[in-house]
């Protein structure tokens, strides 16, 4: 037997097999049949290993676009004739196919494959994951921390945000919030600082903060959000402490009122006194009104002794001219008692709280409080002016845009044998010690100490009261922390005045202060014109001989 046929068991398809057989007698027969080969064995398919990435910076929405493929392989398809799909919940309601590429959220996301060869057999499927992940906004600042001062400008803080999988035009910043010295969170910046953007890059933004620092003294921590396509938030704190805003008086000093004052009468040791003081923004732009202002008083031998003046603490500042924040005022009327003495010295000196900050000595003014009594007394505070008539002389020449400020109060015992009392004055001066020039304002403060004379010859109606006073002195320096240093001591001092107050009309009030060096020279003449030191008017307050 023979056949003219063979069949391919790879090859799937209808095969005829024709058999042909023949017997010795050469006798022969035929007969057909057909052999159908059927593939029935599915394809493999391979997943891809699983996937992982970011959403793009040149995307606007919160996905990223992936492409992908797997791979199949038949016993008797080609891998070209093989169809591979892919769903989304594969087997389960919802079932979707797509295709390579496709955007793909933020998240996980499994992915079902499965193959086909051409014979219709179907693969058991494979899964594999595609994970689209979010950074969160990076945001840093260029200042962690600044001190700055009431009214002053802050350092600008730059604050950048930057996001590896973001566009910079998708970073939005959508909180800022600020704390107290510690206390509950507020919306926005503390007042008078504002926030601009300043910049956009490919994956980055920037913004800044600045403005002037008008909260009160204490420490803000401000803390900003920024937030990207994808809802991720990054933040960022910096603080800033603002200090109390320094102050200057408005001249030399701080207190404005008057210099000197008599008591209600001979048998009063009480005096009502009109303390008031002006004060202006040393730097910046604060409002003066958020300052407080107190009255104390110095102890001048222990500067960092004060005592507060009843009735004057606290006190609420006003501008001076409405609209101007930068000059104000206070003042507070008073009963002071001298207790037994016949007069006293006192040195007023003016402490600034709130918002600002004040306590000087060298801005100290000196304030005299004196029982009126028969004969036989001298009494006087006030300032003259330096660069008045001859000007100023000496050593330690007054400064010529700066009074010098007295103050004295003599008078003889009760038993008219000794003179008691003092006299000091205060200048301001640009010399040093040695009587070189210097850059810095010094303050000197003169003060008598062992009386030697006290000559008074009382005024009439038609003469002026004229006095005449020596003593021994001392020098020192008083440094802006209320430090005094020691000079010199065992000098001269000398003092005369005119009082024309007993004349109807005549307001003369004349005085000359000399105070010598125990080595020679001069430390300070109030006017010398040449030869000696003259009389001449006082600026302000009030001289009296009686």
């Known amino acids: 037997m023979r056949t003219n046929s063979t069949v391919n068991p790879n090859a799937p398809g209808v095969y005829t097999i024709k058999y042909c057989a023949t017997d010795p007698s050469n006798n022969s027969t035929t007969n057909t049949r057909t052999v159908y080969v059927v593939d029935t064995t599915p394809p493999v398919v391979t997943c891809p290993a699983n996937i992982s990435t970011n959403t793009g910076p040149g995307r606007l929405t919160c996905d990223q676009v992936v492409s992908w493929a797997a791979t199949a392989t038949d016993n008797c398809s080609a891998s070209s004739s093989i169809a591979i799909k892919y769903y989304l919940n594969y087997g389960v309601t919802g079932q979707t196919e797509i295709t390579s590429p496709r955007a793909f959220p933020l998240g996980s996301t499994i992915v079902t494959a499965k193959a086909t060869d051409s014979a219709g057999n179907s693969s058991s499927t494979c899964p594999f994951t595609v994970t689209v992940s979010n950074a969160a906004p990076t945001v840093t600042v260029d200042i962690n921390s600044q001190t700055v001062q009431y009214g002053c400008p802050i350092g600008p803080v730059t604050i950048a945000a930057s996001d590896v999988d973001s566009a910079g035009t998708n970073l939005v910043l959508t909180s800022t919030n600020y704390t107290f010295n510690g206390g509950n969170s507020f919306q926005g910046l503390p007042n008078a600082l504002s926030l601009i953007p300043t910049g956009t890059n490919a994956n980055s933004k920037t913004w800044e903060v600045l403005g002037n620092a008008l909260t009160p003294p204490g420490t803000n921590v401000m803390t900003i959000t920024v937030r990207d396509q994808c809802g991720a938030t990054g933040t960022k704190s910096f603080t800033n402490i603002v200090n109390p805003g320094p102050t200057q008086p408005a001249a030399d000093w701080y207190y404005t009122g008057p210099t000197f004052y008599w008591t209600s009468g001979s048998s009063s040791s009480t005096a009502t006194l009109t303390l008031m003081a002006t004060l202006k923004n040393a730097t910046c732009f604060g409002d003066i009104r958020t300052a407080k202002v107190s009255f104390y008083v110095r102890d001048p031998l ?230 000696s030191t003259v009389e001449k008017p006082i600026l302000t307050g009030n001289v009296s001989v009686r």
Request: hydrophobic share 35%.
């Open 302 to 531: 222990n500067p960092a002794s004060l005592t507060a003046i009843n009735g004057a603490q606290n006190l609420p500042v006003g501008l001076v001219n409405p609209g101007d924040t930068t000059t104000g005022t206070a003042a507070a009327n008073v009963q002071y008692n001298i207790g037994s003495g016949s007069a006293q010295t006192l040195m007023i000196a003016v402490i600034v709280s709130g918002n600002y900050s004040a306590n000087n000595p060298t801005t100290d003014a000196m304030i005299t409080i004196a029982v009126p009594v028969a004969g036989g007394q001298i009494c006087g505070g006030g300032t003259m002016d330096n660069k008045a008539d001859f000007g100023s002389a000496g050593y330690l020449k007054g400064s010529t845009n700066d009074p010098a400020c007295f103050s004295f109060y003599v008078q003889y015992s009760k038993s008219l044998l000794n003179p008691q009392g003092s006299v000091q004055l205060f200048d301001k001066s640009y010399y040093k010690p040695d009587g070189t020039l210097d850059t810095v304002l010094h303050t000197y403060m003169f003060k008598s100490t062992a009386i030697s004379v006290l000559s008074v010859t009382q005024g009439t109606p038609s003469t002026a009261g004229t006095a005449q006073f020596s003593s021994k002195a001392n020098v020192v320096e008083i440094l802006s922390n209320g430090t005094e240093v020691s000079i010199e001591g065992n000098d001269v001092m000398s003092l005369t005045l005119t009082d024309g107050s007993t004349i109807q009309g005549n307001t003369t009030k004349k005085v000359a202060i000399t105070i010598q060096r125990t080595k020679g020279g001069t430390w300070y003449s109030s006017d010398w014109n040449g030869s």
